[in-house]
């Protein structure tokens, strides 16, 4: 998993805060995916972006969540206005380019999570 | 419907043996690819193996191979000679031609025994 880099590792908030999960992508990787994963789950899908654009946030929460990807810097995951049921581990992942012609056998690389703990 | 569906929620294995992990996909995609991924207790997300829906030979990638059948749309992970290092939750996952998420399975637990 060498390569994305997810910080913090490990995040506490208390009920109504914010929090702000950030993602930099393994070098030369353009395209970032968040997924989160409730205990004893696989992984859902959340959003995808592309430096300065979002490009499929279908599995985004309509309120509280958001996501950007700035020209500049990580990937940033923010939800406002923290509740219980936000407590989950976040995964980014990056792939080198869009679709299947740029997986081959490179699926996308996770990083190691996020894990929000909401007090 | 689900996507993918992993049959097997726990799995318990004496080591040294070989495991099978079951996975069924649906997808009315002509192009899509197959993943597994394992994560141990520690957390992390790791790439074992890919196989691509065109991809005539089943893929291996040393002790881990991918028994695909296309027409069953199923993706069964095969580990030989099972360590107790591979104690951990797999999860079968696809992708789609029109599609850039991964999606995933509710995973498998599988324990290795000494």
């Known amino acids: 998993n060498a390569g994305v880099m997810q910080n913090p590792r490990h995040l506490v908030r208390r009920r109504g805060q914010e929090a702000r999960l950030r993602c930099s992508p393994m070098?030369?990787?353009?395209?970032v995916y968040w997924y989160r994963q409730l205990p004893e789950e696989g992984l859902k899908f959340m959003v995808y972006?592309?430096?300065?654009?979002?490009?499929?946030e279908s599995g985004m929460p309509k309120e509280r969540f958001s996501a950007e990807f700035p020209k500049e810097g990580p990937s940033i995951l923010r939800i406002q206005q923290v509740v219980r049921g936000d407590s989950a581990a976040y995964f980014c992942?990056?792939?080198?380019?869009?679709?299947?012609?740029?997986?081959?056998?490179?699926?996308?690389?996770f990083g190691d999570g996020t894990r929000l703990s909401i007090l | 419907a689900q996507k993918i569906t992993q049959t097997q929620p726990g799995m318990f294995v004496q080591e040294k043996e070989a495991v099978t992990l079951d996975c069924t996909y649906d997808?009315?995609?002509?192009?899509?690819?197959l993943f597994w991924y394992k994560q141990p207790s520690s957390g992390e997300m790791i790439f074992l193996i890919y196989?691509?829906?065109?991809?005539?030979q089943n893929a291996t990638e040393g002790r881990y191979s991918l028994n695909f059948q296309k027409a069953r749309k199923s993706a069964n992970l095969v580990i030989s000679a099972s360590q107790l290092g591979d104690s951990a939750m797999y999860f079968c996952?696809?992708?789609?031609?029109?599609?850039?998420?991964?999606?995933f399975g509710k995973g498998t637990r599988l324990h290795i025994l000494p």
């Open positions: 997808t009315s995609d002509q192009s899509y690819g």
């Open positions: 196989q691509g829906s065109y991809d005539e």
């Open positions: 992942a990056s792939s080198p380019s869009r679709g299947l012609e740029g997986l081959g056998n490179q699926p996308q690389h």
């Open positions: 972006l592309q430096k300065e654009n979002i490009i499929d």
């Open positions: 996952a696809m992708r789609e031609q029109r599609d850039d998420k991964i999606i």
């Open positions: 070098k030369g990787h353009s395209h």
